[in-house]
Structures are given as structure tokens and as C-alpha cells.
């Protein structure tokens, strides 16, 4: 297995576990807290598609989904279309509403960019620095692992979120 297969079984798995956590749930359900100020489903979903989009899109070069495919008009959320959830307020993680359908359409769409990225990586393409403000500079390769372990810690918490809302009483 290649340095790229393996990163694209690991980046596959975070669209099947945050659809698991969205399943037959409605939109005013993916945008229910399970304690006051806690991140919802619809939240989680969405940041994690574009913590992703961003990230992946930069090391590309290339436009993220969200603007290129008109995610972000499909959401039609009241934020500038750079918002990836870093930093929202509590107020703001409840703006974000939108059905399971539309989250993970997103999340399926940023997903397959990712994989078309991966594929286009040899080994050699894992080593170079892509970001030299950390001590010690950031790779390629470490910049990915730092994507794929913040979507499949946001994927985990959806799981969680819904099963303490709807499976804890």
C-alpha cells in the first residue's frame, strides 16, 4: 500500500461515520445542542467538510469546493464565504441549519476532491515543507495527518452528540 492509498482508506472513512451520525435525523433535530453552548450535529458535519475543503484545497492550489461547485450558495448560511467554524460563537454554531442530505452531499463532494488530491502524491510529494511558521516546519504529509486526525475527532463527536440526544433517554 502506497503513502497515498493509505491516506485515502483513512479519509475515507470520515464521510461514513459522520452519515452514520446524520442518519433520519431532520434539520431541526442535526441542530439540537446536547448541553447549553455545545457544538450540534449540523455544526460538526459542516466544519469538518470545511476544515477539509480549506486545508486540502491549499495544499492543491486549487479553488475550494464550497465556492467552485456552489456549496456555499446551497447552504445559503449567514456568514462570508471563508467561514469554516474556527472561532464561531455559540450564536453562530446555531446558524448553522441544513438537512443531513445537504451536509453530506458537501461532505461526499469535498471528500472525492481530497481522494483526486491524494492520488495525484508520490512519497517524495509528502516531505516538502508547505508551512514554515511552526517550529519544527510543517510537511506535506504532516499537514495531512493534522486534517485527517481533526475530521475523524469532529466525525467521532458527531457520533457521540447523537447518541446523547437521542439514544440516552
Do not use: K
Not at 486545508?55 to 449567514?78: I, M, N, Y
Not at 471563508?82 to 450564536?91: F, P
Not at 506535506?140 to 439514544?167: K, M, N, P
Amino acid at each position: 500500500m502506497t503513502p497515498s492509498e493509505l491516506l485515502t482508506e483513512a479519509f475515507s472513512r470520515v464521510p461514513e461515520t459522520v452519515a452514520r451520525a446524520l442518519d433520519g435525523l431532520s434539520e431541526d433535530q442535526l441542530a439540537t445542542r446536547p448541553a447549553t453552548g455545545a457544538n450540534t450535529l449540523a455544526w460538526l458535519a459542516w466544519h469538518t467538510a470545511r476544515g477539509q475543503d480549506a486545508q486540502v484545497a491549499d495544499l492543491a492550489g486549487s479553488e475550494q469546493v464550497w465556492t467552485a461547485d456552489g456549496w456555499v450558495e446551497r447552504f445559503g448560511l449567514p456568514f462570508p464565504a471563508e467561514a469554516l467554524g474556527y472561532g464561531m460563537s455559540r450564536d453562530d454554531v446555531g446558524r448553522v441549519r441544513a438537512s443531513a442530505e445537504l451536509l453530506n452531499g458537501y461532505l461526499r463532494a469535498v471528500h472525492e476532491r481530497t481522494v483526486a488530491y491524494l492520488a495525484t502524491l508520490g512519497p517524495e510529494d509528502l516531505d516538502p515543507v508547505v508551512d514554515d511558521a511552526w517550529d519544527p516546519p510543517v510537511t506535506r504529509g504532516a499537514r495531512l495527518v493534522s486534517i485527517l486526525d481533526d475530521c475523524v475527532q469532529h466525525a467521532g463527536q458527531a457520533g457521540y452528540v447523537r447518541g446523547l440526544l437521542f439514544f440516552s433517554r
